[in-house]
């Protein structure tokens, strides 16, 4: 009678499972990781008691569709990020020629032209841009192998995959970011007198 009372849609699970998930999903379990289990089972051990087997097994078409949502979400997310990178981008470069206005006076004194002044401002901010490329790309392999190592573990797929076709248009568009940022202050500094240069604070 007590089987009766179970509603048709519960699942069971096999004696020990949330011990391997807890393997399964930390491989180097950190101390708060059994508790993260325990609270995560809870609702499961009458049912582990009653069977002693797994009748929901992880499955890969669910962890599919899952990850299919994920990315769809994570480039909207990265869409986002990228405007926020090229206005902050173009922030600096801004603010670092508004810094240098007395600098670049002097520079038009001594003889310099527009043209090598303009050309001074787009090539620190591809530097710039060439740097945080670099530094978001060392970031994202580091983020997609700790993924992977985390879903190779739950449900033997790769989550992310960073091909080098991708590396490449990652740093493609950091650079074009940073030529973005720097056209306008060069456009600016490439206007500026020697005089209204140099009496600028």
């Not at 990781?33 to 049912?47: D, E, K, P």
């Not at 899952?66 to 902050?88: E, F, H, I, M, P």
């Not at 032209?113 to 670099?134: D, H, K, N």
């Not at 970031?139 to 989550?159: C, P």
């Amino acid at each position: 009678m007590g089987v009766l009372r179970l509603k048709q849609e519960a699942h069971a699970v096999r004696p020990g499972w949330a011990r391997d998930t807890r393997r399964r999903a930390w491989p180097w379990p950190p101390p708060w990781s059994s508790w993260f289990t325990a609270c995560w089972t809870c609702g499961m051990t009458s049912h582990e008691r009653r069977h002693g087997r797994n009748t929901a097994p992880w499955s890969r078409g669910k962890a599919s569709m899952l990850l299919g949502s994920s990315n769809a979400v994570g480039l909207r997310l990265s869409l986002v990020s990228l405007l926020v990178g090229g206005l902050t981008a173009l922030n600096t470069v801004t603010m670092g020629v508004i810094e240098r206005t007395r600098e670049f006076g002097t520079l038009r004194a001594i003889g310099a032209r527009p043209a090598f002044l303009r050309a001074l401002v787009l090539t620190e901010s591809l530097l710039l841009a060439l740097l945080g490329g670099a530094a978001g790309m060392l970031l994202g392999l580091v983020g997609a192998w700790g993924v992977n190592l985390y879903t190779q573990n739950l449900a033997g797929i790769d989550a992310a995959t960073v091909t080098p076709r991708l590396a490449v248009l990652s740093a493609g568009v950091s650079l074009l970011l940073g030529l973005l940022a720097g056209l306008r202050p060069a456009r600016a500094e490439g206007r500026l007198t020697v005089s209204g240069a140099l009496r600028r604070p």
